[in-house]
């Protein structure tokens, strides 16, 4: 199988959901549609939890000592949420997301409440399907030629998710597709061309802080909280570099 397949494969799971979600979402009532989301929201902060729990593991814990970790994770935040906030990302994401809309009226509306659901579906559904450990761990071994394991399964919750996801927010979501490909086949390609990229410590510091970030995903999801996630995007590039300067330390 060619490398990059599991990224081919993620795209089209995600955009014959989307397709599937919309043609649903008319037939449902905004009452269901935000119990779907609300939903959405609870098992993403489920898969937030376990991937966040990768703070403990023991490789992880041996590599830098025992108080380093939960520390770790913090300072790539901190870190992280400045470079990001600076960058503009979640406004850049937003501009993206609107950029697309623009180009498809006709499919999505020009009103205003239609082009806020493209955006707020292209965003939300981007930082969903590409922050997390299935999309950086997956598309590696891809690269390296391990198999798409991973992102075969990441495909099937991805699709089953953007149904869901596009029942409430419509088209934008199916947009997110482009996100896909351009993050996973860019580390796909990073695999391929670097071999084996980082040690296990260095890719449990990037889970666990790939898990609180989707924490923020979720009380978006839930509408607690419009917490900028995109802004906080650096933070997985800071965290191994964190592992890297400890291990080094010690």
Same mark, same amino acid.
């Given at each position: 199988? /060619?490398?990059?397949?599991?990224?081919?494969?993620?795209?089209?799971?995600?955009?014959?959901?989307?397709?599937?979600?919309?043609?649903?979402?008319?037939?449902?009532?905004?009452?269901?549609?935000?119990?779907?989301?609300?939903?959405?929201?609870?098992?993403?902060?489920?898969?937030?939890?376990?991937?966040?729990?990768?703070?403990?593991?023991?490789?992880?814990?041996?590599?830098?000592?025992?108080?380093?970790?939960?520390?770790?994770?913090?300072?790539?935040?901190?870190?992280?949420?400045?470079?990001?906030?600076?960058? @503009?990302?979640?406004?850049?994401?937003?501009?993206?997301?609107?950029?697309?809309?623009? &180009?498809?009226?006709?499919?999505?509306?020009?009103?205003?409440? =239609? @082009?806020?659901? /493209?955006?707020? +579906? /292209?965003?939300?559904?981007?930082?969903?399907?590409?922050?997390?450990?299935?999309?950086?761990?997956?598309?590696?071994?891809?690269?390296?030629?391990?198999?798409?394991?991973?992102?075969?399964?990441?495909?099937?919750?991805? +699709?089953?998710?953007?149904?869901? /996801?596009?029942?409430?927010?419509?088209?934008?979501?199916?947009?997110?597709?482009?996100?896909?490909?351009?993050?996973?086949?860019?580390?796909?390609?990073?695999?391929?061309?670097?071999?084996?990229?980082?040690?296990?410590?260095?890719?449990? =510091?990037?889970?666990?802080?790939?898990?609180?970030?989707?924490?923020?995903?979720?009380?978006?999801?839930?509408?607690?909280?419009?917490?900028?996630?995109?802004?906080?995007?650096?933070?997985?590039?800071?965290?191994?570099?964190?592992?890297?300067?400890?291990? @080094?330390? &010690?």
């Amino acid at each position: 199988m /060619f490398r990059g397949a599991g990224t081919a494969l993620n795209v089209l799971t995600v955009l014959v959901g989307s397709g599937l979600g919309v043609l649903l979402g008319h037939r449902l009532p905004q009452r269901t549609r935000d119990v779907v989301t609300d939903g959405l929201g609870l098992v993403t902060l489920l898969v937030a939890a376990i991937s966040a729990a990768a703070v403990l593991d023991p490789d992880l814990v041996d590599a830098v000592g025992s108080s380093a970790p939960v520390l770790i994770v913090l300072g790539a935040v901190l870190v992280g949420g400045i470079l990001g906030s600076l960058l @503009r990302i979640e406004e850049r994401l937003e501009g993206i997301g609107e950029a697309i809309r623009a &180009r498809l009226p006709a499919a999505v509306g020009s009103d205003g409440e =239609a @082009r806020r659901r /493209f955006v707020e +579906g /292209f965003v939300t559904a981007s930082l969903v399907f590409c922050v997390g450990p299935l999309t950086i761990l997956g598309a590696l071994d891809d690269g390296l030629g391990r198999g798409i394991d991973k992102l075969a399964l990441k495909a099937t919750l991805d +699709g089953f998710a953007a149904v869901a /996801f596009a029942a409430s927010l419509g088209w934008g979501v199916a947009a997110s597709a482009l996100a896909i490909a351009t993050v996973q086949g860019s580390l796909t390609l990073l695999g391929f061309a670097l071999g084996g990229l980082l040690p296990e410590p260095h890719l449990l =510091a990037l889970t666990a802080t790939g898990g609180l970030l989707l924490v923020g995903v979720s009380l978006r999801l839930l509408r607690l909280r419009a917490v900028p996630v995109g802004d906080l995007l650096p933070a997985l590039l800071i965290a191994p570099l964190l592992v890297e300067v400890i291990v @080094r330390a &010690r």
